[in-house]
């Protein structure tokens, strides 16, 4: 039966398209999924498999080996994955989007169903054919898995007059596999990787949900209009740190997946699905759909001297222009795959007898954010997203080494004014003229 998917609301005010801590033993344990390997899958039972090793080329370019899974085969994936005990998460149809759920079977993934995106518009639309990923991202990213939005850090009870901290220790979140994770998503979780693990205080929320996550990439074969990872330089070729990696080929009458693994774990799991040898053609296929994926990306940043461009407009007008339509909702925040803020609250019941403490996101776009002692220091929309923004494409740089934009568009699709990060950084090369303004 086919699902009846609601329109998404489109604001008529639509805008026109631009121009153009853990122990060193368990951090290990999570550069074998985050990072590839570079052994040779030499092991793996009577299949052919490409053992991908990140952008390093193969010794023999001229020689490809790669597994062709066909598409009522999928299944298989999802049994093989279960049955190392890790819970599937994938995308699923819900609420008029494409969201990240548990997927129990084939059945609950977006078969036949794309989005279309523009700034400040999403809509579902049916395919001409049965692609599972044929679609670009949603609003949500694997942030929503990996930094839960809220965290229960403890609670406490009045007992006998006393104040007492109750036994807080949470079941053990279940080892999980992401399928369908992007290019632009990869970068994101790397990104995050890099701040919430890789310096001397390290979130072990963060740490134990990343731990052991097993990674089923899939190479795009479209981009959205608001896609701009080629600029950004993170897709939409998946490269590393996946532990397989799918690439979806439809021909007429013909639905596969070229699977190739990223990992030891990747190749295990390979070896358990009925594959056959993949050949050049399937490969030139997969390069093309890739390839053609980026040619049809119409926005774009140059991020020659980006950094040093925001920070010498500080005081630029175009701040203004800006803050005169932002609505400082934080839309853009909540959906961005490397946010990384959050509050911490403190609740009680009505009695006062019993308290809990929480972890949720946070946003530099809430007055709250910025406030010490004596007020909020960011008191104006401008103020906050210039923040935003600034700390996003340039003072990132500084903090972590790279951007902390990943190209991925969900802030232009998802904000409800229609507000565009690459139009913005294009307004502010060409001295603050733009029609989309």
């Given amino acids: 039966m086919e699902k009846t998917v609601p329109a998404a609301y489109t604001p008529q005010s639509k805008r026109r398209k631009p121009h153009g801590t853990k122990s060193?033993?368990?951090?290990?344990?999570?550069?074998?999924?985050?990072?590839?390997?570079?052994?040779n899958a030499t092991s793996a039972p009577a299949i052919a498999v490409r053992v991908v090793t990140g952008e390093k080329p193969p010794e023999n370019p001229a020689i490809k080996t790669g597994a062709i899974l066909s598409a009522d085969r999928i299944e298989q994936l999802l049994d093989a994955l279960a049955s190392r005990g890790f819970e599937v998460i994938g995308p699923t149809v819900r609420d008029g989007a494409i969201v990240y759920d548990r997927i129990g079977s084939a059945s609950d993934l977006p078969a036949g169903w794309t989005d279309e995106q523009e700034?400040?518009?999403?809509?579902?639309?049916?395919?001409?054919?049965?692609?599972?990923?044929?679609?670009?991202?949603?609003?949500?990213?694997?942030?929503?898995?990996?930094?839960?939005?809220?965290?229960?850090?403890?609670?406490?009870?009045?007992?006998n007059g006393a104040f007492r901290i109750l036994n807080n220790e949470d079941k053990p979140t279940p080892p999980r596999a992401f399928l369908g994770v992007r290019a632009c998503e990869l970068a994101g979780i790397a990104t995050q990787d890099r701040v919430l693990l890789g310096d001397k205080y390290r979130d072990p929320i963060y740490a134990e949900r990343r731990e052991?996550?097993?990674?089923?990439?899939?190479?795009?074969?479209?981009?959205?209009?608001?896609?701009?990872?080629?600029?950004?330089?993170?897709?939409?070729?998946?490269?590393?740190?996946?532990?397989?990696r799918l690439t979806e080929l439809l021909d007429a009458g013909q639905h596969r997946f070229l699977i190739e693994a990223g990992s030891e774990r990747g190749t295990q799991v390979l070896s358990q699905l009925e594959t056959t040898p993949a050949g050049d053609a399937d490969f030139q296929k997969a390069e093309a759909g890739v390839e053609a994926a980026a040619r049809n990306q119409v926005r774009s940043i140059d991020r020659a001297g980006l950094k040093e461009l925001l920070y010498q407009n500080f005081e630029s007008p175009q701040w203004d222009k800006i803050a005169a339509r932002c609505l400082s909702c934080a839309n853009c925040t909540m959906v961005c795959p490397t946010c990384f803020c959050t509050t911490v609250e403190d609740v009680t019941d009505v009695t006062g007898n019993h308290a809990e403490r929480w972890r949720r996101w946070d946003s530099c776009f809430t007055l709250s954010f910025s406030y010490i002692h004596g007020g909020s220091i960011r008191a104006s929309s401008k103020a906050r997203y210039r923040q935003w923004m600034t700390h996003k494409l340039a003072a990132w740089i500084d903090q972590f080494g790279s951007s902390g934009c990943t190209g991925c568009g969900r802030c232009i699709t998802w904000c409800p004014a229609g507000i565009d990060i690459t139009e913005e950084v294009h307004v502010m090369r060409e001295g603050g003229n733009s029609a989309n303004t």
């Fill in 119 to 159: 700034a400040a518009h999403y809509r579902l639309q049916r395919r001409q054919d049965e692609a599972l990923f044929g679609y670009s991202v949603g609003p949500q990213s694997w942030k929503k898995y990996l930094h839960p939005a809220e965290t229960k850090l403890w609670a406490a009870e009045r007992q």
């Fill in 212 to 244: 052991g996550a097993f990674i089923v990439a899939v190479q795009c074969s479209q981009s959205s209009p608001t896609c701009f990872c080629v600029s950004m330089g993170t897709g939409p070729n998946v490269k590393a740190g996946f532990d397989l």
């Fill in 24 to 39: 060193l033993a368990a951090m290990k344990r999570i550069s074998a999924s985050a990072f590839p390997i570079t052994k």
